[in-house]
């Protein structure tokens, strides 16, 4: 199983940056996926989520209406439209999955078993 993250890079505050994920080795479109991000000297946190069951999303308070998480079945793809980007965002961003999807734990690191390495993305002021 691989995840591989893409689409990170520097961009000015109030910039745009479009995250993508590709994943293989799983049945892309039974698996939920999540975006998560880790700033320097902080923990992980959750941004946003995918389930494959209902087709709903999730969104971290910080990101809700500024970030869009979707994804093609047919690229076994997830993305990340990230707009209004501020330096709070720096972050590495992480996908992750997991074959077992429950509405209450998808903001948490322990319920996705696959992680993506990450990509940078740096937000100047």
């Known amino acids: 199983v691989q995840l591989q993250a893409s689409g990170g890079g520097l961009v000015q505050d109030g910039g745009s940056l479009r995250l993508a994920c590709a994943v293989s080795?799983?049945?892309?479109?039974?698996?939920?996926m999540a975006w998560f991000r880790q700033a320097p000297g902080k923990e992980r946190e959750f941004v946003a989520a995918f389930k494959y069951s209902d087709r709903t999303t999730r969104y971290d308070d910080s990101v809700a209406g500024r970030f869009t998480i979707s994804r093609d079945n047919s690229k076994s793809t997830m993305y990340l439209q990230m707009n209004n980007l501020g330096p709070e965002d720096t972050a590495v961003y992480l996908c992750a999955a997991t074959a077992l999807c429950i509405s209450s734990t998808v903001y948490r690191t322990s319920a996705y078993n696959y992680w993506g390495q990450g990509t940078l993305v740096t937000v100047s002021s």
């Open positions: 080795g799983l049945t892309f479109s039974r698996i939920c």
